[in-house]
């Protein structure tokens, strides 16, 4: 069988297993790609994160209850936990930036957080993930202690979105918005509100994330 062949077997069952809401089922995919040998970041890519989407608009059509996105999710992620450390590394041995990375206050969404985040560290950044629900001015701290070249902000909720507004008025309190880059994410976020909110960076999806940032440490 073809790699490809492989990649979209491996695809299609981890479009399933989240799709199953049964536990565990995405460890099983996650062993499954690790004994196949192929790159994990195609199945999270290609295969997980457009299974995540399908949930989210069965959710917002009633078609599955809370409880089945919360399984749904923990399969996701348990299977990203496992896969992560089996992802090649960027082939830059040169270190392209620092970056600290969190959701907004009173969100705790973190699936595409944590991917980002994944796929910056893989990149050659160096990486500091505060985590989920984290206050603005908790950013900027963490920025100044580690000397970050930029602020990543993740955000899935319309009610959450003006937690990067406040952190671009927290870096401006402190003295640092011209030395800090920023950079927005999260499904509600576009380019518009990058703008109107003044942020260095929007980016769409993880690899978009990469690419800015590459873009923003320069
Ligand atoms: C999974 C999920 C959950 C899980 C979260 C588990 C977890 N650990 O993250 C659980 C079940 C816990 C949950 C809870 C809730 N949820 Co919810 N959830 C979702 C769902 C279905 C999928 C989100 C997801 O993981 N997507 C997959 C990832 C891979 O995609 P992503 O997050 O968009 O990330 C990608 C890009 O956006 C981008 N990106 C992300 N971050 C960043 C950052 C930067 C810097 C950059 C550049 C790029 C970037 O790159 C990522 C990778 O490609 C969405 C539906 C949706 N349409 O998004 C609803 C959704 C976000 N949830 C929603 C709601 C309302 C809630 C609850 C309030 C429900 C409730 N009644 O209790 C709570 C929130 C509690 C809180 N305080 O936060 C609403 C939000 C509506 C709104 N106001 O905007 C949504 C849109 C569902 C809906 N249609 O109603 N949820």
């Known amino acids: 069988m073809s790699e490809e062949e492989v990649v979209r077997q491996l695809c299609q069952l981890a479009r399933e297993a989240v799709l199953s809401f049964e536990d565990d089922e995405g460890l099983r ?11 994990p970041l195609r199945i999270i890519n290609e295969g997980f994160t457009p299974a995540m989407i399908e949930i989210g608009e069965l959710f917002s059509q009633e078609e ?5 996105v919360i399984v749904a999710a923990e399969n996701m992620l348990a299977a990203v936990k496992i896969l992560e450390p089996h992802i090649p590394a960027g082939s830059s041995e040169e270190k392209a930036g620092v970056v600290v990375i969190g959701t907004c206050a009173g969100d705790i969404h973190d699936i595409g957080k944590g991917i980002v985040a994944t796929m910056l560290r893989i990149s050659g950044f160096e990486v500091y993930d505060l985590g989920r629900d984290v206050p603005p001015a908790k950013f900027v701290e963490k920025a100044r202690e580690v000397n970050a070249n930029i ?6 909720m319309t009610t959450t979105m003006m937690g990067q507004k406040a952190i671009e008025e927290e870096l401006r ?7 800090i880059k920023t950079m927005v994410g999260g499904a509600p976020v576009n380019q518009n509100w990058a703008n109107k909110i003044g942020t260095d960076a929007y980016g769409e999806n993880a690899s978009e994330a990469v690419q800015k940032a590459k873009e923003l440490a320069e």
């Open 29 to 39: 995919v996650a062993e499954k790609t690790i004994a196949a040998g192929v790159n």
């Open 64 to 68: 599955i209850s809370l409880p089945q």
């Open 151 to 156: 602020i990543a902000s993740s955000t899935l």
């Open 173 to 179: 309190k402190a003295g640092l918005r011209q030395k």
